[in-house]
């Protein structure tokens, strides 16, 4: 493959949006940051260089990174941050993706400013698996808050106050018309009547699961986190925080106008106390030719309301590997480690100026994960112990039902440790999610796994049962492959992969309200018996963690 180079400086930088200013950190003064374009197999070398005001890291969301796990990105898990006036070159390897996938700041919720998509195109003889689009356009949908995001949540994390709701979402940056002081700004696509568009879509929301619509035009879904599907033909897409989609939309309104873009918050469980906004994000169409457009862009009516989990499950129940000839699909069918994992929002109790206090704790099979003060990566390739335990509980002491009318006490007082997995090299796993209802406070869990992407086998509602729900619903033949997987609260996932790309590599939930309070761990897939299937050397400069005392 071709290998590219990019800059990318971070920089406070002035914005005004929903009447009122603030600075914030962007990558090249721009929200969202410059699109990293390759050719699939290529390798990007980015320089950053941080002149902000605190350390950052910077993920390759959906990018492998084969046996490079030293450029993945997540502070403390794999790096330590790229402290301020310091500068880190990233590289980034990429090996069998295709399609959108997006890059953000791993680091704090800095990833609110700090992202971008990220365009793999197929290789010229091979070519899209569909007819080739007459033009490209690439939509990142993200959230804003008027505050600083970033030093308020340091605030309620310490306090133990619940994190901050954003103020309104953004489409490429902006909130759109029907929001205060944004109308002049609203983000415009400019089509040609009858052509045919590949439209990259990011959801970069921070906690917030969406539904996306244009008015009176068809969406026709043809790939999800850098793999290919079969074509799904709808008029609404929802999308987790994390996933990326490609979707053909032809311009084919015989009426030239502006039609609207919209996306709304999905939120089945508690729509009065989430990040849903009053008033919907809008972006517009619009077709260029001699006309006279209406005053108000038509809104689409197929945008389902916030509260409608039916239609989230009947989209996502639809997608499905293109599985073909040129990409077929191997589902890990000898299954060498099960785990079963409950995701669970929980309450803590500690020490706050002298005073107990509780507060909202997530967690991974009833441990709230705490970040190592030297990233565990370098723990692990240097052999440097105490920093993490390799006691990751592979299952909870009973299968966590939450439909009991009382939930076991392990579960509401989750416990915190640095525990991780550590997984053989190509070893076949299954993981089954389960969604609790240990507090009854929760969204749907968006989950993501660093370094590799997964078969999504089997979903379904209420808990997982493992005598059943393997034989009657599992799809081992043309599941979908993604890297972030909507867990529903009220249910469970089942994923497969195999582990074949050794490293240290992170698992969390992709809503950061969750992140920040622990629902990750992370898994270790040792080396192979070759160099060619080991950890690559770390590249000669790492950014050091200067603070290294043993948790
Ligand atoms: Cu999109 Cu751990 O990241
Ligand atoms: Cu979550």
Redesign the pocket.
Known sequence: GDVHFYDFVLRETNFTRLCSSKNMLVVNESLPGPVIRVTKGDTVFVNVHNQGDYGVTI?W?GVHQPRNPWSDG?EYITQCPIEAGSNFTYEVIFSDEEGTLWW?A?SDWTRAGVHGAIVVMPNNDTGFPFPQPDGEEILVLGSWYKGDVNAEVAEDLEDGSDTPRSDSYIINGQPGDLLPCSAENTYRWQVDYGKTYLLRLVNAAMNAELYFAIAQHVLTVVGLDGSYLKPVVTEYVMISP?QTMDILVTANQTRLGRYYMAARQFDSVRPDDTDYDQTNVTAILEYRGNYTPTSTPIFPSSLPTYEDIKSAIYFTDRLRSLADQDHPVNVPKNITTMMYISVAMNSITFDYEGTSRSSLSSSLNNVSWVNPTTDVLLAYYRNMSGFYTTDFPDFPPTLYNFTADTAPDYTTDTSQGTRVKVLDYNEEVEIVFQGTTVLDASEDHPM?L?GYTFYVVGSGAGNFDNETDPANSYNLVDPPKMNTVSLPKRGWVALRFKASNPGVW?W?C?LDRHLSWGMNTVFIVKNGNTPETSIREPPTYMPSCEASSPI
């Open positions: 993920h969301h997540p953000h791993h994390g993501h660093h992170l969390h992709h």
